[in-house]
Nanobody
Framework: QVQLVESGGGLVQAGGSLRLSCAAS????????EGWFRQAPGKEREFVAA????????YYADSVKGRFTISRDDAKNTIYLQLNSLKPEDTAVYYC???????????????????WGQGTQVTVSS
């Protein structure tokens, strides 16, 4: 009944842009933390971006800061990740997730999140 579904991934050239979407059913994003992670083949899952439900605080990994933007549309119950100035090293499966609360910098840890989507593939060619 409760699930997250990502979409918007695909193949783009270096320097291009994509917007990833994460639609929720059975749960309202309000009063939850939201995060995006990514995982490339043979590598561990990596924190990308997060925000608290109030929208007052956003957090980004150093590798994407200034290029990616996390946002939320409460009317559509959807989380977005805008990916600009894409690089080949951004190639990965991207996952969205929600958390009940963040303690300190827990938003950077995958075990802080209680609900995950199935992932969407982003491939950046050079």
């Amino acid at each position: 009944q409760v699930q997250l579904v990502e979409s918007g991934g695909g193949l783009v050239q270096a320097g291009g842009s994509l917007r990833l979407s994460c639609a929720a059913s059975g749960r309202t994003f309000s009063r939850y933390g939201e995060g995006w992670f990514r995982q490339a083949p043979g590598k561990e899952r990596e924190f990308v971006a997060a925000m608290w439900w109030s929208g007052g605080n956003t957090y980004y990994a150093d590798s994407v800061k200034g290029r990616f933007t996390i946002s939320r549309d409460d009317a559509k119950n959807t989380i977005y990740l805008q990916l600009n100035s894409l690089k080949p090293e951004d190639t990965a499966v991207y996952y969205c997730a929600t958390a009940i609360s963040f303690n300190g910098r827990a938003y950077e840890r995958s075990d802080a999140y209680d609900l995950w989507g199935q992932g969407t593939q982003v491939t950046v060619s050079s």
